[in-house]
């Protein structure tokens, strides 16, 4: 990894402190959470398996709080909550500490929002059908962020392959269209489908 998806500003610093010396100063960073949306008592982490692939090989280490860990952003005191910690020479994680936030970020907030919605769906069986309206390369990471957050299934080959688990769905409206109505959709799919 080259670290091509950081903020410039990251390379910058990078040269700079090589050309300082100070390229291996040892540096203890913490990641937390500046609040949450729609003022939210709480999240749930996700994203650590992703930070944990980004970090290996660095001559850091990582300490974060177990994946699907439902956190609150800042303590009773109102001080921010570290949800992980990376320890070590400074140049070593430098420039890929915007895709690591962004690893958390994205995936702590869909799992976070599977999670709501999990809650307030109760016992009813909640299935993540959202990544069609999501760039393609984002949807392993959403549909495991989301079962991560309580979702009982989710609809793509990849994301199930993902999280260790079949893929479920019925069929699409187009299926309906090409073969004229939803009856006959319904027998085809009920001839033709496994039972499961």
Do not use: N
């Not at 670290?3 to 300082?20: H, N, S």
């Not at 729609?38 to 001559?59: H, T």
């Not at 994946?67 to 994680?93: A, L, N, S």
């Not at 599977?114 to 059908?129: E, S, Y």
């Amino acid at each position: 990894m080259e670290g091509k998806t950081t903020d410039v500003y990251f390379t910058r610093t990078i040269k700079i402190l090589k050309e300082r010396g100070k390229l291996d100063t040892h540096v203890v960073a913490e990641i937390t959470s500046g609040g949450l949306p729609e003022g939210w008592p709480w999240a749930v982490l996700c994203g650590v398996e992703e930070v944990a692939k980004l970090m290996e090989g660095r001559q850091v280490d990582v300490y974060s709080m177990p994946e699907g860990t439902i956190f609150r952003p800042k303590d009773y005191c109102g001080f921010r909550v570290p949800v992980m910690f990376i320890e070590g020479p400074y140049g070593q994680f430098c420039v890929y500490e915007t895709p690591l936030l962004g690893m958390l970020c994205q995936a702590s907030g869909v799992s976070t929002k599977a999670a709501r919605v999990k809650k307030a769906a109760g016992d009813c069986i909640v299935v993540a059908f959202g990544i069609r309206r999501m760039h393609p390369a984002l949807c392993p990471m959403i549909d495991r962020a989301s079962y991560i957050g309580g979702l009982d299934a989710v609809s793509s080959l990849k994301g199930a392959e993902t999280i260790g688990m079949k893929p479920v769905g019925t069929m699409p409206h187009a299926l309906i269209i090409v073969l004229g109505s939803q009856v006959e959709a319904w027998k085809a799919f009920d001839e033709l489908m496994p039972p499961d």
